[in-house]
């Protein structure tokens, strides 16, 4: 009522009267006093009349603000109990009752028009303080969750009772969502008004009755026109189009409601189109609220965007477009289940999206330049910044090298797409590869190796790669110099083997299809061909085969000097590296020695300097003798390569050689390796021995060095097996350098020291130390450098060295003995007597070195070299020696002892050092003699060791003072029947057919020499 007009002061005091007798039938004190639900009969009846006084009391409300707003009446006494209303009101909203709810919601939007202008802004504060703390829908008839009933079978015969009371709870719960909702929107855009104005919409409801309609109209909107740019601005409206997507449904009807009343728009497309001039403003916010901390803003604004952006040019979209794909980025990482839910197709539309933006066929040229320009720095910084978004964008960058091919529109960005695309070669494959190649390389090495081929082979199909080689042809020299320096980051430090053989492979195909990009002897050449030069080192196999093909397509590149300064500094030399470590040096000699042949086979003479072939020649000439046949197989080729022979090649580079292998020695700490470099000592000393002209070794400088080297070696090494190889070679290298004939003049002059420098008392030494199969090689390297430098030593010496030698297997044959064996078990032959063993070879040895001695002493003596005749007991000790040991040898063995026999009677005879005959011997030797030899005559084992005893046999025989040895054993055999020995008629008859033809001659001077017997 109007307090001015007749009777309008007293109305407006009976209205201030009755507005607080109805907020106290609302009963809003008690309700908030009650702790908890009634516990008798007479208090749930007594609860249940205050809850419909209550409700009453609500509805009348509204009537009443109603009707106080209709009239215009003065709303003092509404401003005095502001808060209470508002606390009423949102109380009957949480309420279960559908038509006090109603009422109390249309009653919030009389209220905030009642209310005065300036205590709208307390009002909403006060509005949503109530909102945000009305949680839990309190009524007695709501019992608690029916938790355990969820596992009852029979829960479902009670569904139609229980569906009352739970749907009226949980329609309240919706409405108190919406309301939060549309809090929390009204929050976000800034303009807590627009709360109410959402309210204020139109819905559906079942109270269209006249009376309701004439005393609430629930139906229609209650705030006035002219509030409505207060409630919802036009500054607003951009802000809206998230919200025709929100996943609550009566607020995104509110919303369309809202626009539809005030801006005369229904959709989120009307929206856009009939305010084109706001379409920045919408986009704009479009990419804040994709940002936003509620989730189902968030989910809304994933829906519009893909409504929004899809289908735009670039110059619509450029202004926004990096914010929008940063966040559509970090929406992919989100941690809400809804959202993952919904962001893969928007992903799926950014990517169409960009695709499109860079199709010449769809935008035009302008647009895509323009658009690739800012999309491709955009999307390699992703790939550095996100690493869940790398298989995205690696997939997006594809396919727009796919779209360019055959233009320079990403002439100028391949520097920067290449790095990714080598990463994307490792880092797009399957991680669970890495996991079975640990595994496999466990159980077994090949396999491992299959398995890494495989997959490098697999990466060379892949889709990155096939785009690396369409990017090729736009590599200019420019983008070359500027692409460099990346690609040997990824070479030298690129996690995935793919990644490193991708560098490989690109260069290579570059240097071959874009040669005008890397100039000859140009700093992207250069600095490459180093680079390259320590991927060799690769711990992986196909890592280094790929950086040996590439090395060699850009030594082409390089100028000779440059070629010659890297190969050595970088390569030549690094396997010193690796000195105590065997497989990784055997493993990068492999992989060094497919590089150089590569380099040699592609590059022409001009680009190979002659230093440079000498210095591979020289290397590959000592790794051709390695022991590991992997590192053999490859360098052998390469000494081919360069060397089509062997003598000649050693003719030309024996120099270089002999460095090499004396830095070796120097450099080298791994025993094999000395071993092996021993091996090539010996080779080379070989093949210098042939040359002729025959030069002076002795005075070659570099001949020096390496024999120095190699005593040196000798020298500080303990005694290990496979020290008789380096004494071996270090006689060789002796010998080929001291080499002289039978009164020749010395080659080094003075002759005084010269078994010193040659290491002769080491050598000698080594007779007697290490294995047996050292010794024996050690033995007969003794024997090879006295031979060639004729420096012999005296024949008791000789004695000393098998004396020592016959200890070492006796004792060793006593350790046979001691073991313990079974009953009746024979002992064993581990020494003498079986063939080829390590104790005959050593035996053999020494008995040649003793032998070959005697075949020095001359009966006049003319050179340096030669010794003084035998005495008896010197010629006794060496047969009874050599008897003992053919009584107990293998068929080896006799064999070598008969033809040691055969040169020593033969050298005795020409020297006329046996004229005493027999008497030099002594009768029990010549017994033994004849006996050895009838033996070995008649073995039927092998022709091998009759055919020589019969030779030495008729040799004896022929000879008039050695004929006697043959008849002082012949007579025994005749004087005693019993004696093992047998006459001259019976030797010759036991001869099988065979062997009596081959030595016929032979059989016939004995069968002469029969009647000297007779």
């Known amino acids: 009522s109007d307090p001015t007009a007749q009777l309008g002061a007293a109305a407006s005091q009976r209205t201030a009267v009755l507005l607080r007798k109805l907020l106290t039938m609302s009963g809003l004190e008690e309700a908030e006093a009650r702790t908890g639900p009634p516990t008798s009969e007479a208090a749930k009846v007594e609860m249940l009349e205050q809850e419909n006084k209550q409700r009453c009391g609500i509805v009348w409300l509204s009537v009443l603000l109603r009707r106080m707003l209709r009239n215009g009446a003065a709303a003092s006494c509404v401003t005095e109990v502001l808060e209470a209303l508002c606390r009423a009101f949102v109380r009957g909203v949480a309420g279960l009752s559908i038509f006090v709810a109603d009422c109390s919601l249309k009653s919030l939007c009389l209220l905030y028009a009642l209310a005065p202008a300036e205590t709208r802004l307390e009002l909403m504060k006060t509005l949503f303080s109530c909102i945000s703390n009305r949680t839990v829908v309190s009524n007695m008839f709501v019992g608690a969750p029916d938790t355990a009933g969820g596992l009852d079978p029979n829960r479902d015969k009670d569904k139609d009772k229980a569906a009352g009371p739970n749907s009226l709870k949980i329609t309240a719960k919706e409405r108190v969502d919406l309301l939060k909702d549309m809090m929390f929107l009204a929050r976000e855009l800034g303009h807590p008004p627009l709360f109410v104005g959402l309210l204020d919409q139109p819905v559906g409801s079942a109270w269209t009755g006249e009376v309701l309609r004439e005393a609430l109209d629930l139906l229609m909107p209650c705030l006035p026109d002219e509030l409505q740019d207060h409630l919802c601005p036009k500054v607003l409206r951009p802000k809206l189009y998230p919200y025709f997507f929100h996943s609550n449904g009566p607020l ?28 920045p403003l919408i986009a704009t916010n479009l990419v804040n609220t994709l940002g936003s901390s509620r989730v189902a803003t968030r989910e809304a604004s994933v829906h519009a965007s893909q409504a929004l952006f899809r289908g735009k040019v670039w110059p619509d979209i450029s202004f926004v477009f990096e914010d929008l794909w940063i966040i559509t980025i970090k929406l992919m990482d989100d941690m809400e289940e809804r959202i993952q839910a919904i962001v893969k197709p928007m992903v799926r539309m950014m990517r169409n999206l960009i695709l499109r933006l860079c199709d010449a066929k769809v935008s035009t040229p302008k647009d895509v330049e323009a658009a690739v320009k800012e999309l491709i720095p955009l999307l ?39 790095p990714p695309l080598l990463v994307s070669l490792s880092m797009m494959e399957d991680s669970k590869l890495q996991y079975y190649q640990f595994h496999i ?114 030594a082409r590149r390089n100028a000779p000097q440059e070629l010659t300064r890297i190969v050595s500094e970088r390569l030549l030399q690094h396997d010193l590296e690796f000195r105590t470590d065997d497989t990784q040096r055997n493993a990068f000699r492999v992989s060094l020695a497919r590089a150089l042949w590569e380099v040699c086979r592609r590059c022409d003479d001009e680009t190979l300097q002659p230093e440079l072939i000498s210095a591979i020649a020289a290397k590959a000439f000592g790794l051709r003798w390695s022991s590991d046949a992997e590192v053999k197989g490859g360098w052998e080729p390469l000494w081919s390569e360069l060397c089509p022979t062997t003598s000649g090649g050693v003719e030309k580079h024996f120099k270089v050689i002999c460095a090499e292998l004396s830095m070796a020695f120097a450099e080298n700490i791994s025993r094999a390796e000395k071993v092996n470099t021993a091996k090539a000592v010996s080779a080379l000393a070989a093949q210098l021995d042939k040359q002729l002209p025959r030069p002076n070794w002795a005075q070659d400088p570099s001949m020096q060095e390496l024999q120095k080297a190699v005593l040196s070696s000798v020298q500080s090494l303990p005694t290990f097996d496979g020290s008789g190889i380096l004494v071996r070679s270090l006689a060789d290298i002796g010998a080929t350098m001291h080499r002289r004939k039978r009164n020749d ?16 008392p080491l050598i000698r030494g080594f007779v007697s130390k290490g294995s047996l199969t050292d010794r024996a090689s050690a033995a007969r390297a003794y024997l090879e450098v006295m031979s060639a430098t004729r420096l012999w030593a005296p024949l008791d010496e000789a004695a000393q060295l098998h004396a020592a030698a016959s200890q070492k297997v006796d004792e060793l044959q006593k350790e046979v003995e001691a073991e313990k064996r079974e009953p009746g078990e024979s002992v064993p032959k581990r020494h003498r007597g079986k063939g080829q063993s390590p104790a005959e070879e050593m035996l053999s040895a020494t008995l040649d070195v003793w032998a070959t001695t005697f075949q020095q002493c001359r009966k006049e003596v003319e050179d340096e070299g030669d010794l003084e005749p035998p005495e008896a007991s010197e010629l006794q000790a060496f047969f009874r020696e050599s008897l003992s040991e053919f009584e107990a040898g293998s ?53 091998r060791l009759r055919r020589p005893a019969l030779e030495l046999a008729g040799a004896l025989a022929g000879d008039a003072a050695q004929r006697e040895v043959l008849a002082r054993g012949l007579a025994a055999a005749s004087s005693s029947p019993s004696s093992t020995l047998v006459t001259l008629e019976r030797w010759i008859d036991k001869v099988d057919d065979a062997t009596a033809e081959q030595c016929s001659e032979q059989l016939a001077t004995l069968k002469s020499a029969l009647t000297v017997v007779a």
């Not at 919303?255 to 001039?277: G, M």
Request: with cysteine; proline share 4%; net charge negative.
């Open 380 to 418: 390699l910084q992703t790939c550095e910044w996100y690493k869940h978004a790398q298989p995205v964008c690696f997939e997006i960058i594809r396919e727009m090298i796919k779209l360019a091919h055959g233009t320079p529109l990403l002439s100028e960005y391949v520097q920067d797409l290449i």
């Open 441 to 554: 390389e466990k159980a077994s090495a090949e396999k491992g190796k299959e398995l890494e081929a495989a997959r490098v082979s697999n990466s060379r199909d892949s889709e990155s790669m096939k785009l690396l080689r369409n990017l090729v042809p736009l590599i200019t020299e420019e983008n070359a110099a500027a692409l460099a320096p990346r690609t040997r980051e990824s070479l030298a430090r690129g996690v995935g083997a793919n990644t490193r053989v991708g560098v490989c492979d690109f260069w290579i195909a570059v240097c071959f299809e874009r040669p005008s990009a890397v100039p000859t002897g140009g700093a992207v050449a250069t600095s490459m061909l180093r680079s390259v030069a320590g991927a060799l080192l690769d711990a992986n196999r196909e890592v280094r085969n790929a950086a040996a093909s590439c090395f060699a397509s850009l």
């Open 891 to 943: 068929l080896t063995m006799r064999l070598n002892i008969v033809r040691l026999w055969k040169h020593l009677f033969a050298h005795l005879a020409e020297e006329k050092l046996f004229s005493k005959g027999a008497a030099l011997l002594g009768e029990e030797l010549c017994v033994r003699l004849t006996a050895a030899l009838q033996d070995a005559s008649l073995d039927a084992r092998s022709e």
């Open 252 to 279: 995104r009807q509110a919303v369309v409601s809202l626009t539809a009343t005030y801006f005369s728009v229904e959709s989120p497309q009307h929206l856009a189109s009939k305010f084109p001039e706001e379409w």
């Open 745 to 760: 003049p010395p080659l080094a002059g003075d002759t005084s020291g010269v078994e010193d420098a040659l290491g002769f």
